[in-house]
């Protein structure tokens, strides 16, 4: 079998690595960290203009016609310049509202407006009563990337026959406001739901393809992330100079900078495998999907720690962009589940 991309998918991601130096680069990403907005207009409106956000729609329905495994090729770029703004919430609430029949409703995100998925550990952290012939929703989920910004909220909630897939229309009043978070290049919000009106997009199989893309697309951006550490790192190497020699030549940065290409290798596998099983719908999908966010959510934080000590006291300082990297793989380690709840998932399915 080729596991190689295909030529479309090759170029998707040099398109995309190329629009992404162009408006995400490392001046840029501080400009928004800086101005703490959360998101960059600019890159939003080209990332539209675009389509990236429809790459897994039907062109009849308005998108790419393209598939998981090239939403993994974007992310990956996005994860490799820390880009900011909700571009993988967005992606993933579409693809739930595809999947659900409310074409409508994903054509408003397709076009420019924000999604956001509200989702927690907790299965009834947010529960979903029905009068009337209508849903109402109540609880808080964890904080919830892009909620203070979103058009359409998708939402895990519990119902009486288990746990529901529903869709909310976030108006002005009803936003969260923006909180403090680690990593921000992204917004981070509240969701507190008092009985606000909710339309049901399914029942646990929805919500099991919603975790399942959502850990595959946080494990592709992880590996974007950690990619961009690896060669950050092997070119600095190559440059500082310790006693006369560049310190890549040292036994042991040697060692740890091979550490860090086979994790990164390792990611690539598990993370690809999960995009073409959820992709394909494959009887699998659950199980590589959990592989992948356990392994690139453990690989990525031993990544992240040998890139600080490949750059020793520079790496720990807010002018290096090595903490860009670092936050948003911490922040993307636990959504949809960090790697022991993922394990214990593995467990179950597996029957043991």
Not at 2 to 15: C, I, T
Not at 97 to 113: F, K, N, P, Q, S
Request: a negative charge.
């Amino acid at each position: 079998m080729n596991f190689e991309l295909s030529e479309d998918q090759v170029a998707l991601r040099d398109g995309a690595r190329a629009l992404l130096h162009g408006y995400a680069s490392p001046v840029q990403v501080r400009a928004v960290v800086d101005a703490d907005a959360g998101a960059d207009a600019v890159l939003w409106q080209a990332i539209v203009e675009q389509g990236w956000l429809g790459v897994a729609v039907g062109e009849r329905d308005g998108g790419l016609g393209f598939g998981s495994v090239e939403v993994a090729v974007l992310l990956e770029e996005v994860g490799r310049h820390a880009a900011p703004g909700p571009i993988a919430p967005t992606i993933l609430a579409i693809d739930a509202l595809m999947r659900a029949g409310a074409g409508d409703e994903a054509a408003r995100l397709v076009a420019g407006e924000v999604g956001s998925v509200a989702w927690s550990r907790e299965p009834d952290a947010v529960r979903a009563e029905e009068a009337n012939g209508s849903w109402r929703l109540t609880g808080q989920p964890a904080p919830t990337v892009a909620a203070p910004s979103a058009a359409l909220v998708v939402v895990v909630a519990a119902t009486s026959e288990g746990p529901g897939l529903f869709v909310v229309d976030a108006g002005e009043s009803t936003r969260p406001g923006r909180e403090p978070a680690m990593d921000r290049t992204r917004e981070l919000g509240w969701c507190r739901f008092d009985g606000e009106p909710a339309r049901r997009l399914g029942g646990e199989e929805a919500v099991s393809a919603l975790v399942d893309r959502g850990a595959t697309y946080a494990a592709a951006e992880m590996l974007g992330g950690a990619s961009r550490v690896l060669d950050l790192s092997t070119e600095y190497a190559k440059d500082r100079v310790q006693f006369g020699r560049p310190i890549g030549s040292f036994q042991a940065v040697k060692h740890r900078c091979a550490d860090m290409l086979v994790d990164v290798e390792g990611m690539r596998s598990t993370a690809y495998w999960a995009a073409w099983c959820v992709s394909a719908d494959d009887p699998d999908a659950s199980i590589a999907a959990s592989t992948a966010k356990i392994w690139c959510s453990d690989a990525s934080k031993r990544v992240m720690g040998s890139g600080l000590q490949v750059h020793g006291g520079i790496g720990f300082t807010w002018e290096h962009d090595l903490h860009f990297f670092l936050k948003r793989a911490k922040a993307n380690a636990h959504h949809f589940g960090d790697a022991r709840w993922h394990r214990a998932k593995v467990a179950n399915l597996a029957g043991l």
